[in-house]
């Protein structure tokens, strides 16, 4: 995974062993998806992120890597994390659906949507009411009556390649890198109430859970959201979404939000007011201006 969930290393406490990651009962669940046969798992690597990259640089376009282990994830801009073994899904998928660069921009809140579809059908828990998205790439855990705790996350890579005169660039590859926190049980005071695991918001959960259930989850439901993506396109020539995306979130319309910069200039407090035609997120600033956020942070005002 090559998400920054977290800053830090966690504090981990000591819990039964976790189980073995078993590849079969993966290839068993994915049958007839673009991902068949094309998954594989290590135990450790600095990035599967890295290494999907360096495989679409030698000129593939499809694979999956999982590792129980990371020792130099990448999350965007300039975070870097270490993974706990055994007690997060980290996980890398590289394609290359047929899209034009531009509606490329929506595979981020897309591959979110998978995930939580994914970790609300295994576990059964609601979408949106228990397993929220921040956009764009941000999977967290509500609880009434308290803040969200961050679960997951999302991190998207691409390449275009050239466009010809007047037609649109066209996608070469996408690397999309998901990262969920399951097995985790403790976390450091000062994170204790920004982050959060799957098995530590279980009622009851039995033991440290097994990680293939979700991990063919979320590449089933990947597999669909890439498809409907790329339908939406052909069928249709625009980049609308087929669907209302705010049922999946409550961060896309009505909610308080401080914007975060990443480029030096002054972050604003507003109000989201949905998508534009692009995909990203609407703002109404509160000085009155609507802007248009394409990086940078996102936290509840």
Same mark, same amino acid.
């Given at each position: 995974m090559?998400?920054?969930?977290l ?18 009962m ?19 690597i ?41 007690q997060?899904?980290?996980? &890398?998928?590289l394609?290359?659906?047929?899209? +034009?660069a531009?509606?490329? =921009? @929506?595979?981020?809140?897309? %591959? #979110? /949507?998978?995930?939580q579809s ?21 999977l ?17 890579e ?6 010809p005169?007047h ?11 998901v ?6 049980m403790a ?9 959060? &695991? ?5 009622p009851? +959960?039995?033991?440290?859970? =097994? @990680?293939?259930?979700?991990? %063919? #989850? /979320? ?9 409907l ?33 990443r ?15 692009q ?12 802007r248009?956020?394409?990086s ?6």
């Open positions: 090559d998400i920054p969930l800053p830090y290393d966690l504090v981990e406490m000591p819990t039964p062993a976790i189980p073995r990651f078993d590849l079969a993966v290839a068993s669940a994915i049958a007839g998806t673009e991902f068949a046969g094309r998954v594989q798992h290590l135990a450790t600095p990035s599967t992120n890295s290494l999907a990259l360096a495989v679409a640089h030698s000129g593939g376009r499809a694979g999956v890597w999982i590792a129980d282990e990371q020792t130099a994830g990448r999350g965007r801009g300039t975070h870097t994390w270490h993974s706990a073994a055994g997060g899904l980290y996980m &890398s998928a394609v290359a659906p047929q899209i +034009p531009d509606v490329a =921009r @929506r595979l981020s809140f897309r %591959a #979110a /949507i998978a995930v994914a970790i609300a059908s295994t576990f059964s828990l609601a979408v949106r009411e228990q397993i929220d998205i921040r956009w764009p790439n941000d967290m855990f509500a609880r009434p009556g308290a803040a969200q705790r961050k679960l997951g996350g999302i991190l998207i691409t390449s275009a390649n050239p466009a005169a037609t649109p660039a066209m996608l070469r590859y996408a690397v999309i890198g990262g969920v926190n399951v097995n985790h976390f450091p005071p000062e994170l204790d109430s920004v982050a959060t &695991s799957i098995r530590r918001e279980l009851q +959960p039995a033991g440290p859970l =097994r @990680r293939e259930p979700l991990a %063919a #989850a /979320i590449l089933n439901a990947l597999d669909e959201e890439i498809k993506l790329a339908g939406t396109w052909r069928e249709r020539g625009d980049y609308l979404a087929a669907r209302d995306l705010t049922r999946f979130s409550s961060w896309l319309a009505g909610k308080r939000v401080v914007v975060e910069s480029d030096g200039s002054d972050g604003y407090t507003g109000t989201t007011a949905g998508l534009n035609a995909g990203f997120l609407r703002v109404s600033a509160d000085d009155g201006v609507e248009v956020v394409v940078g942070g996102l936290r509840e005002a």
